[in-house]
């Protein structure tokens, strides 16, 4: 059994779907942070169970020769990009591996196709939530530590966009002032988390800062230093936080959607709305989705978890009647606007407000017959209902970004009739251990 601070010595013989190395015995399993198949090195043990341990690599004995030199230190020791050990072709095909692996193993399917590599693997995304701790007058801004209570300070941001990188540094540097005033927002506010979002497209960027303790006197002062945080593309500056368990926003300054442009379609997201991080690949994605479309003879796309209808206003044709089924009103209201944007026919779309559940309660299984379902789901996946709901519909297209779920929800829609025609990897998110999946199913 490994206990909680010991230090050992081990060999890694593979590497886990997170990116620990593992360490098999009879009694435990080990993961260990940091250290790839084949290499030994000394662990700090830090986490153990019956079953399994966690440990951290302190040094490296032996190196493997597919590590290659970290650049982004920050990032890597935070445990948010632990693929950087990893060529961007050996990343590649380790999350080949993983999905040839869950996919053969847990539904049989084996025409599993070529990962897709991101046109980016660094400067991809467009969006972030880092979080901040203060001392006395000093302010500190970055990702805990995996498993641990650690910040691990980021002074650079180089998963996302260059502008948006280059305005949280000069981010950083106004917090650093502002906090040094014996009035200040930040401590009378309770600042906890701030989220940046950016558009490849208009170049604009949104701020978010994420507070406890929210208050007229706390916003004052924040309205006062407003303009050591304004820079020409910053369009929106708001305090969120939780009143009454829901979510709310107070404007500081404008409060204007995002604009992105997938493929030479505008969306408007407000700031509570979901988009995907990475533009490039989403365009990708999107134009294999409209490809699968065409090739059936579907009169009605029906897309649930919708959002803000970027999937169904990029795939739909100019005949097609379109549903667009969402939860979050606010991203039904930037759907309308979306939709007579892209000049897409309002008399052949219908935004339905309502969860996925309470949509698919209130229909008959013959309404989904000669129509194509769209699905992309939070993490969580699919419920047997929605799936049961389907019998009549022959074709079905599923985007995930948890394999696991997904893997779960495939068995069921076999179980149901359904086969796999089409099983896409993509890598969304490349340095992290994540993977997009796109399905084509059919009956």
């Not at 960027?205 to 994420?210: A, G, L, N, T, Y």
């Not at 991203?331 to 996925?356: G, M, R, T, Y």
Request: aromatic share 10%; net charge positive; charged share 25%.
């Amino acid at each position: 059994m490994y206990k909680i601070n010991d230090k050992i010595v081990v060999k890694a013989t593979e590497l886990s779907y997170e990116g620990y190395g593992v360490v098999r015995s009879d009694k435990q399993t080990l993961f260990v942070e940091n250290l790839l198949p084949g290499e030994e090195a000394e662990v700090a043990i830090y986490k153990s169970n019956s079953k399994i341990a966690y440990g951290r690599t302190v040094n490296l004995i032996n190196k493997s020769s597919k590590r290659v030199e970290v650049v982004e230190k920050e990032l890597f020791e935070s445990g948010a990009a632990p693929l950087m050990v990893l060529s961007y072709e050996d990343q590649l095909k380790f999350k080949q591996e993983i999905v040839n692996n869950l996919i053969k193993r847990n539904i049989g399917f084996q025409n599993i196709e070529q990962i897709q590599p991101s046109p980016k693997i660094l400067n991809y995304r467009n969006k972030i939530t880092l979080h901040v701790n203060y001392k006395n007058n000093n302010i500190y801004i970055g990702f805990y530590k995996k498993n641990s209570n650690k910040l691990v300070i980021q002074n650079s941001l180089p998963l996302c966009h260059d502008e948006l990188d280059k305005y949280y540094k000069e981010l950083i540097s106004a917090l650093k002032q502002q906090i040094l005033s014996k009035d200040n927002w930040i401590k009378e506010l309770k600042l906890r988390k701030i989220t940046l979002r950016h558009s490849n497209w208009s170049h604009n960027i949104e701020v978010i800062f994420i507070i406890e303790n929210p208050n007229k006197k706390g916003f004052d002062l924040l309205k006062n230093n407003l303009i050591f945080l304004l820079k020409p593309n910053v369009i929106s500056i708001q305090c969120q936080y939780i009143k009454e368990s829901k979510d709310i926003f107070t404007s500081l300054y404008k409060s204007m959607p995002q604009q992105f442009n997938i493929n030479n379609k505008i969306f408007n997201v407000n700031n509570d709305s979901f988009f995907q991080v990475n533009e490039e690949q989403t365009s990708l994605i999107y134009n294999q989705i409209k490809k699968f479309i065409d090739q059936e003879n579907s009169t009605k796309i029906i897309d649930v978890y919708s959002g803000v209808g970027s999937i169904g206003i990029s795939v739909c044709g100019n005949d097609s009647q379109l549903e667009l089924i969402e939860i979050n009103k606010s991203a039904c209201e930037c759907a309308k606007i979306n939709i007579n944007q892209n000049l897409i026919n309002p008399k052949l779309v219908d935004i339905i407000n309502s969860s996925a559940q309470d949509f698919f309660n209130k229909k008959e299984a013959e309404y989904f017959e000669k129509s194509i379902v769209i699905f992309d789901p939070p993490r969580t996946g699919l419920t047997n209902k929605e799936i049961n709901m389907l019998e009549k519909c022959n074709s079905v297209i599923y985007m995930s970004c948890n394999p696991h779920t997904m893997i779960r929800d495939l068995k069921y829609f076999e179980e149901k009739g359904y086969r796999i025609e089409r099983l896409i990897p993509y890598d969304m998110f490349p340095q992290t251990y994540h993977i997009e999946m796109l399905s084509l199913l059919k009956k």
